[in-house]
């Protein structure tokens, strides 16, 4: 078994309306099938924020308005890329709290990594469907999740 190590720096963003936070079900990756704040990769001679509002596009297709810098973090985690080839990623995140222009998020999937984009009611959610990320930063938020 091969084992490749990598780094992925993305800018991701929390959307919170009345208690509600919008969520993408991963489609690929070594988080698939996990609830995740949307957002990516930032891109060659993108800032943070320019990486943040072009993949909230992407993902949610909302307009970021206006961002707040929450935390800079990181996992190192190992997942299962192909048969033969395991990754062992540094994943950092740069993670804000945003305002949107719209009301609704795109819950159609983006044909990449994810399966659509919906709110969820946070006192709903368990730490278990989550990603790390978004464990981390619903905490910072205040929020108490369940196990």
């Known amino acids: 078994m091969k084992e490749v190590k990598s780094i992925h720096v993305g800018a991701y963003g929390f959307i919170i309306k009345n208690d509600e936070v919008a969520l993408i079900k991963k489609a690929r990756g070594g988080y698939t099938g996990l609830l ?40 190192t985690f190992k997942w299962q890329m192909t048969k033969n080839i ?25 044909g990449i990594d994810s399966n659509g984009c919906n709110y ?17 930063g619903l905490e910072l938020l205040g929020y108490s999740l369940k196990d």
């Not at 395991?86 to 983006?110: A, F, M, Q, R, T």
């Not at 709903?124 to 990603?131: F, G, H, I, P, Q």
């Open 36 to 75: 995740d704040i949307p957002g990516g990769g930032i891109e060659h001679n993108e800032t943070p924020v320019e990486g943040l509002k072009r993949e909230l596009l992407e993902e949610a297709e909302v307009t970021v308005i206006n961002q707040e810098l929450l935390t800079v973090t990181s996992r």
């Open 86 to 110: 395991v990754e062992s990623l540094h994943h950092i995140g740069i993670l804000y709290k945003v305002e949107v222009k719209e009301d609704k998020v795109k819950e159609d999937p983006d």
């Open 120 to 136: 969820y009611k946070i006192k709903d959610l368990s730490k278990k469907e989550l990603t790390p990320f978004t464990i981390e």
